[in-house]
């Protein structure tokens, strides 16, 4: 799958993984994906990365989906 694949193949990518719905749910979505990035500077290259706008172009002819991009602090 194309979007398993940015995993490796983008360097900023600190965590990358992927996964399925378990349950069927007529509230939830089939595919979940999380990714973590060592800073907003490196998230933003992978945002603009060729092979993640490809992937994301692509995706987004096949499904509805939803973004959440959000910071941990972690003290």
């Known amino acids: ?3 398993r694949s ?14 399925e719905q378990s349950l069927p749910s007529s509230k939830a979505y089939d ?3 999380v990714s973590s990035f060592e800073s907003i500077e490196a998230f ?4 603009h990365h060729p092979e993640h706008i490809r992937v994301r172009d692509f995706l987004s002819k096949l499904a509805d989906w939803v973004v959440v991009d ?3 602090n972690i003290e």
């Open 1 to 3: 799958m194309m979007l």
């Open 6 to 19: 940015l995993g490796q193949s983008i360097p900023e990518i600190r965590e990358w993984s992927i996964g």
């Open 31 to 33: 595919l979940a994906q």
């Open 44 to 47: 933003e290259r992978y945002r």
């Open 70 to 72: 959000y910071e941990i």
